[in-house]
């Protein structure tokens, strides 16, 4: 198994300009989220799913999409990228049980 | 709102010794989870431990313990014979049994001193 992979690593953007972060997991996982990580900050989250066609809030979501068309994808789109959305972004999966997140390795962005 | 707090930004601990890591939380639910999760400079996030909040007993894993008093809502990790690759960012967590929602603390710096 990969686990939770998620690309790119890294990129750069212009304010304004709009983009996608993938994260896949193949460990037929039903609950999937995505979180930020900012400086002196531990992690916030953006969105979640916890099906299949199914997504909620989470404590930062303004400035960010979601859909969850399958079990395995659920990418993050940037509408129009802004400064304070400079970060690094990890997408996490879990089953119904153990209750513990998997954790892919992280995308840092930052916008310019 | 549950709340996570992490009192100490920073530690070290020479190597071979024990140190304590402490978390304390806020809820007013019954039914939920713990968790500490280790950062090395990778980023990687890595779990290290978990507890149900309907389990008395502690949980232990390996060198990996924690205090957890739920009257208190304290969860505290003790991290024995320290090892340098030890070292790392330390976060402690909170989700409830009801959602997805984790809760995270703001993180400990733990530094291995050889």
């Known amino acids: 198994n990969a686990g939770v992979t998620q690309t790119p690593k890294f990129q750069v953007l212009k304010t304004g300009q709009s983009m996608t972060l993938q994260c896949a997991q193949d460990m037929n996982h039903e609950y999937m989220s995505w979180y930020r990580q900012d400086p002196g900050m531990g992690l916030r989250l953006i969105h979640y799913?916890?099906?299949?066609?199914?997504?909620d809030q989470g404590e930062v979501p303004n400035g960010y999409n979601v859909s969850r068309s399958t079990t395995e994808d659920f990418p993050l789109r940037l509408l129009s990228a802004a400064p304070s959305q400079t970060s690094v972004y990890f997408c996490?999966?879990?089953?119904?049980?153990?209750?513990?997140?998997?954790f892919g390795p992280g995308t840092r962005l930052t916008v310019t | 709102a549950q709340t996570v707090t992490q009192s100490q930004p920073e530690m070290s601990v020479q190597e071979a010794e024990t140190v304590t890591l402490s978390c304390t939380y806020d809820t007013s639910e019954s039914d939920y989870y713990l968790f500490w999760y280790k950062q090395p400079p990778s980023r990687q996030m890595i779990l290290v431990i978990r507890q149900e909040a309907y389990k008395q007993q502690n949980a232990t894993e390996n060198r990996f313990s924690v205090n957890f008093q739920k009257a208190a809502k304290s969860f505290s990790l003790k991290i024995s014979d320290s090892q340098l690759g030890d070292a790392a960012m330390y976060f402690c967590a909170y989700r409830s049994a009801r959602d997805d929602k984790i809760i995270f603390g703001k993180g400990t710096r733990l530094h291995i001193l050889p």
């Open positions: 996490a999966s879990r089953s119904g049980h153990p209750p513990e997140q998997y």
């Open positions: 799913s916890v099906g299949a066609g199914i997504t």
